[in-house]
């Protein structure tokens, strides 16, 4: 088990950057790819990015490419998606979402994959 705890959302310009923070429990961090997803009010949870247990693959949703960058650190127990350039549409709920795996290079976009959900941060970006 799991629990993971979103921080670093909150209200900001179009153009402006943030950084959202996942904090994970627990000692098997390293196990565990995680995935970033939001929800916009009236729409469904959609991928946003995803990193491998090992760190060394990413994948991005084409909405966020070259905007949003996701990054770990697994000594930190901590899930990182610096998001810049930021844009009215990206305003939603972010889910932090991680799921175990033995290879270290394996990742997801599906939200079927992932077992371990964080309840969510708000980003409203104004225009």
């Known amino acids: 088990q799991v629990q993971l705890v979103e921080s670093g959302g909150g209200l900001v310009q179009a153009g402006d950057s943030l950084r959202l923070s996942c904090a994970a429990s627990?000692?098997?961090?390293?196990?565990?790819?995680m995935g970033w997803f939001r929800q916009a009010p009236g729409k469904e949870r959609e991928f946003v990015a995803a990193?491998?247990?090992?760190?060394?693959?990413?994948y991005y949703a084409d909405s966020v490419k070259g905007r949003f960058t996701i990054s770990r650190d697994n000594a930190k127990n901590t899930v990182y998606l610096q998001m810049n350039t930021l844009k009215p549409e990206d305003t939603a709920v972010y889910y932090c979402?991680?799921?175990?795996?033995?290879?270290?290079?394996?990742?997801?976009?599906?939200?079927?994959?992932?077992?371990?959900w964080g309840r969510g941060n708000q980003v409203t970006v104004s225009s």
């Open positions: 990193v491998s247990r090992s760190g060394t693959s990413t």
């Open positions: 627990g000692r098997t961090f390293s196990s565990y790819a």
């Open positions: 979402a991680a799921f175990t795996t033995y290879s270290p290079g394996r990742l997801s976009t599906s939200a079927e994959s992932y077992r371990f």
